[in-house]
C-alpha cells in the first residue's frame, strides 16, 4: 500500500512471534518474513543503553583438537544461552599465529603451541550474552 501524497509505502505493525527481544544486539542477523536484516548500529544513545545494558560480547575457540566434536561444542554454547553472532573457520599460517599469540611468542612454549594452532582448522566465535564474561 501507497502514500498518495507522498507515493512512499507505509510500514504496518504485526506480530512475529519467532523473534524475541534477545535477537536484536548490534551485529545480529534477523529474518523476518522472509527477509534477513541485519542490524548495524541503533537509533540513539537511549537505545542502544537499554539494548546493551547487561549484555557482553566475549571470544571463543574451537581448537584443532576439538574440531570433530564442534556440533556437541556449539550445542552446549546455545545451552549456556549464548547466541553466536560472528563464526569463522580457518587455518592460521605462521604471520597469523605470531599475531594472535604476540603475548606469548617469546616464551617457550610458543614453539609447539604453533605447530598445534596450524595442524587443522580452528574455528573462532563471537558469543553474545548477558554478563557474558
Known sequence: MFDCKNQR???KRQQVPMVQLDDFFQGAKV???????QVMDYGDVHTRNHFEHQRQ????AIK???YM???KIIDSIYQQGFKIN?????RFNKQSIVQFYAEHKDRDYF???AEF???DVTIGMELVKDNAV
Open 31 to 37: 529474518t523476518i518474513m522472509a527477509r534477513v536484516l
Open 86 to 90: 560472528r563464526m569463522k573457520m580457518s
Open 111 to 113: 614453539p609447539p603451541l
Open 117 to 119: 594452532m596450524q595442524s
Open 64 to 66: 584443532p583438537d576439538a
Open 9 to 11: 509505502p507505509f510500514l
Open 69 to 71: 566434536s564442534m556440533g
Open 57 to 60: 560480547r566475549t571470544f571463543a
